[in-house]
């Protein structure tokens, strides 16, 4: 079966410091991997898909199908970063996604 | 333009009670999901609709469910009866038609929080 895995419930670090949220997913195809985000009192956002490759907000993610890992990272965490973060997976057959559990990162100052 | 919208933002229900979640998507967008996170759990995939039709709803988690989307507008999910294990906050989400949703991008609604007591 088709799952996400996201180990960290919470990462805490403080301004400044490096950000790496992991995502492993399991799934024998060629999938669509994303990362969503909901800032407090905000809806859930798309935040970076892998076939974009490109930098959101200072974030990036490299699909890496050896590992099945799609690891959100950020060079300098901002505290306007808190916020919880979720991978997702979709099939190409399909069109629904198929989330993590979320980590909750939170960015002191 | 606006975005996905979901009434109510809340409710709370007693248990053997019917509820109904209503689904306003963006205009035009062809797809409309459900989804469900209930509490500890990650959010789950509830259904698909293309339109007026059911794609997909293998999500579903018994037959007190039902979703419609009369036509291919907005959609309503209807619990009935409300069990204790269906409170969570359901989210519904919306995308442009593409060739099976590769390569568009769903838009979240910002969820309505469902409370069985």
């Known amino acids: 079966a088709q799952r996400v895995t996201q180990p960290e419930k919470l990462l805490s670090v403080f301004k400044g410091a490096p950000v790496e949220l992991k995502c492993n997913y399991s799934?024998?195809?060629?999938?669509?991997l994303f990362w969503y985000v909901q800032y407090s009192r905000q809806r859930l956002q798309l935040l970076l898909r892998h076939i974009s490759r490109e930098s959101i907000k200072g974030f990036t993610a490299d699909l890496n199908k050896g590992e099945t890992s799609f690891h959100l990272k950020k060079p300098f965490a901002q505290e306007e970063d808190s916020a919880m973060y979720y991978c997702a997976l979709k099939k190409r057959s399909q069109g629904n996604l198929i989330f993590g559990k979320g980590t909750k990162l939170s960015v002191k100052p | 333009e606006a975005g996905v919208t979901q009434f109510p933002s809340h409710s709370v229900i007693e248990k053997g009670q019917t509820v109904t979640l209503r689904c306003d998507p963006i205009s035009g967008h062809d797809n409309l999901y459900w989804y469900r996170r209930v509490m500890g759990k990650e959010i789950k995939f509830l259904l698909h609709?293309?339109?007026?039709?059911?794609?997909?709803e293998s999500g579903m988690p018994n037959n007190r469910f039902l979703a419609e989307r009369t036509g291919g507008t907005y959609s309503t999910l209807k619990v009935q009866p409300a069990e204790l294990e269906d409170s969570g906050v359901y989210f519904c989400a919306s995308s442009p038609r593409g060739d099976r949703g590769l390569n568009t991008e769903a838009f979240f609604g910002q969820g309505t929080r469902l409370t069985v007591v």
């Open positions: 609709f293309v339109k007026e039709s059911k794609q997909d």
């Open positions: 799934y024998s195809g060629s999938p669509e």
